[in-house]
């Protein structure tokens, strides 16, 4: 082996940044999942003490991945995790409307306890949701850590800087993506394959909004695409499968692609 590649390996090895493990930061926010919804797991808590002592522990923990990650150790980590705890309740307002528009909206859906126990629509929102607290708290990279983690088991991928109302719902999933800047209002829907992304990707827009706003009451369907961050989708609109949008659409609006199908049949009559 060529030594100077191991000494470039090593050399690169005491150069990583400090940060705990990825696992450990997702066990974190698997734990925050199970505090609020006991319903995946068989695990639960005996007394309102222990309830009220997983919230201290979330809080303590949260403070130590903070204080283990180089960017984060200066940055009032005791402020943040106590605001991040306090926050909680909030937090589980708004994924029940998440969860309610799921059960609400899906024919599929059984119970509240099919959508959290299975939906990966839930799934990918609970960590959006989290991450984006942990985003609005200022603390790097931590929540792109979160949302990494929910795309690689869903498919469905959030950057955790997006801006959502609440009662969102993502029916199937697959192949979703939601930009840095997309404002999205209350009570949207989003089929599989959705992509609400920026019209040029270039370094230099890095601190502009390039994403697009969604507005109350939308339902984009599959395989949709969005772009830029000058296009707005009016309330009420409704926004055909495989549709191809760069401009802005007023309120009320239905949009849809008309593709040339032919049917030809092969039978022959005698």
């Not at 319903?39 to 303590?60: L, Q």
């Not at 055909?240 to 239905?254: E, F, I, R, Y």
Request: charge should be negative; proline fraction near 4%.
């Amino acid at each position: 082996m060529d030594k100077k590649f191991i000494e470039f390996l090593y050399n690169k090895h005491q150069n990583v940044p400090d940060i705990p493990p990825s696992k450990d930061i997702t066990a974190w926010a698997l734990r925050v999942f199970d505090l609020l919804f006991p319903e995946r797991s068989k695990d639960f808590f005996r007394s309102a003490d222990e309830v009220e002592g997983e919230f201290w522990n979330i809080g303590n923990d949260l403070k130590a991945i903070l204080n283990a990650t180089a960017e984060c150790r200066n940055c009032g980590s005791e402020e943040k995790s106590r605001a991040f705890v306090d926050g909680i309740p909030e937090l589980y307002r708004i994924l029940s409307t998440d969860l309610d528009a799921i059960l609400k909206g899906d024919p599929a859906a059984k119970s509240m306890y099919e959508v959290i126990r299975v939906y990966p629509g839930f799934f990918a929102i609970f960590f959006y949701r989290v991450a984006h607290a942990l985003h609005q708290l200022e603390i790097g990279f931590i929540p792109r850590i979160l949302t990494e983690y929910a795309h690689s088991r869903t498919g469905i991928d959030i950057h955790p800087g997006a801006k959502i109302g609440e009662h969102f719902y993502i029916d199937h999933g697959t192949g979703v993506v939601i930009g840095e800047t997309t404002f999205i209002g209350k009570n949207v829907k989003i089929y599989q394959g959705v992509t609400l992304g920026a019209l040029f990707v270039e370094k230099s827009l890095e601190n502009t909004k390039r994403h697009p706003t969604v507005e109350d009451d939308v339902i984009i369907y599959a395989g949709a695409t969005i772009l830029g961050g000058n296009t707005v989708i009016g309330a009420g609109s409704i926004i055909g499968g495989n549709v191809w949008l760069t401009k802005s659409v007023p309120a009320g609006s239905t949009v849809y692609h008309k593709p040339e199908i032919q049917v030809i049949s092969n039978e022959t009559t005698i």
